[in-house]
Structure formats: C-alpha cells, structure tokens
C-alpha cells in the first residue's frame, strides 16, 4: 500500500526519510513543503520555542515507532479544551493561533502533527480527540475531498459518540492558487482563520 510522508519542522525529516527509502518495501510519497527550508528543525525537546511563547513537545508512538506524531501543549498538565491535527506547513500557523487564544481568552489547545498521513494514525489521535472532545483538521490542501475529510470520517466512526461539537475543518479553497501573496492569503489557511475556528468551537 502508498505510505505518504509529510515532515514538519517538529519532525526530522532525514531520519524518516532515510527510513523511507531503506526500510519500506511499498511506495511512499515523502512530500517536503518547500516554505519549511528555511525554518529551524524543533525535534525531540522537551520544551520547545513555537513562534510565541514555548510549547511543550512530547512524541506518540502508538501507531508507527518509524513516522512518530508529534504532540504540542502549552500547559501539559492541564486538560486541553481543543484538539487541533495539522501536518506539513501547519504547524507555524496552528501555534501562532494557539499561543494567542490562550493569552486573550486561557483557551487551552493540544496540536497534534503526525508525520504519516496515509494511512492515517488513527491511533495516535483517537486518546487526545476523546479527551478534548472538540476536535479541528488544519490542511493546505483543498477542502472537498481532502485529507482532512478523510480524518474526519474515520474520527466519526471511531469517537462520535464522545465528541462535544462536530469537527471543523480548515483547508484551501476549492479554486486554483493565485500567484499573488494576497490573493494567496485569501485562499489558503492563515493564523486569523484558525483563530477565528477556535472560538466557534468553542462556542458551539
């Protein structure tokens, strides 16, 4: 079966790619965003600096000991109202909207980046989904029938009945992507639009 691979700059993406290329027999797509490059790698820290403020890094390894998910949190002892899932780019948005939720209102949200994308990590997510019981899907990809739709259907199957609110999903714009960083903004996910997604769940 296609395994898809998606590094963040919390995952190190030699490592799962050399894994990648040397231990799997099936094909895997190892898809690297190029926006990434310059940013610094933030692996395997206990406290590790987001954009604002610092994030507490812990790694899941229930699903695949070879594409860990990565699991972020301001206050690690703390229960989490929201549970947000990203992968690639993500990550930078997510904890700049994370970080200031929490500063305005103490809303307290938990990230979870898996590195594997397909198959999905279910396991790696299904604990922390059923603990907040809200639940939001951050992708760059397009909205209709994207991987986030895919999540979302097989969370249903699995914790529906726990869930406080339906998922949320943000992702781009079912539309071709403008050469124009503006026009650009308006249709991929930005910092703003998971903000503004946070405090709906929450209100809902």
């Known amino acids: 079966?296609?395994?898809?691979?998606?590094?963040?700059?919390?995952?190190?993406?030699?490592?799962?790619?050399?894994?990648?290329?040397?231990?799997?027999?099936?094909?895997?797509?190892?898809?690297?965003?190029?926006?990434?490059?310059?940013?610094?790698?933030?692996?395997?820290?206990?406290?590790?600096?987001?954009?604002?403020?610092?994030?507490?890094?812990?790694?899941?390894?229930?699903?695949?000991?070879?594409?860990?998910?990565?699991?972020?949190?301001?206050?690690?002892?703390?229960?989490?109202?929201?549970?947000?899932?990203?992968?690639?780019?993500?990550?930078?948005?997510?904890?700049?909207?994370?970080?200031?939720?929490?500063?305005?209102?103490?809303?307290?949200?938990?990230?979870?980046?898996?590195s594997l994308i397909k198959p999905v990590p279910l396991m790696d997510l299904i604990n922390v989904a059923e603990e907040c019981k809200r639940v939001i899907l951050v992708e760059e990809g397009c909205l209709t029938g994207g991987w986030g739709a895919e999540v979302a259907s097989q969370l249903y199957e699995k914790i529906f009945p726990c869930l406080k609110t339906p998922i949320q999903r943000i992702a781009a714009q079912d539309s071709p992507i403008p050469s124009a960083q503006p026009m650009e903004n308006l249709i991929f996910p930005t910092a703003g639009k998971i903000k503004k997604h946070i405090y709906q769940i929450m209100e809902s």
């Open 1 to 114: 079966d296609l395994k898809i691979v998606a590094p963040s700059h919390y995952h190190q993406p030699g490592d799962l790619l050399m894994h990648s290329v040397l231990h799997e027999n099936d094909p895997v797509l190892f898809v690297e965003n190029k926006l990434l490059y310059p940013q610094e790698l933030l692996v395997e820290k206990s406290e590790t600096p987001g954009k604002s403020g610092e994030f507490y890094c812990d790694i899941i390894y229930n699903s695949d000991v070879s594409y860990p998910t990565i699991s972020l949190s301001l206050v690690p002892d703390e229960k989490p109202d929201v549970c947000i899932v990203c992968y690639g780019r993500m990550p930078s948005l997510v904890v700049e909207a994370v970080y200031e939720v929490f500063i305005e209102n103490e809303i307290l949200v938990k990230i979870l980046i898996p």
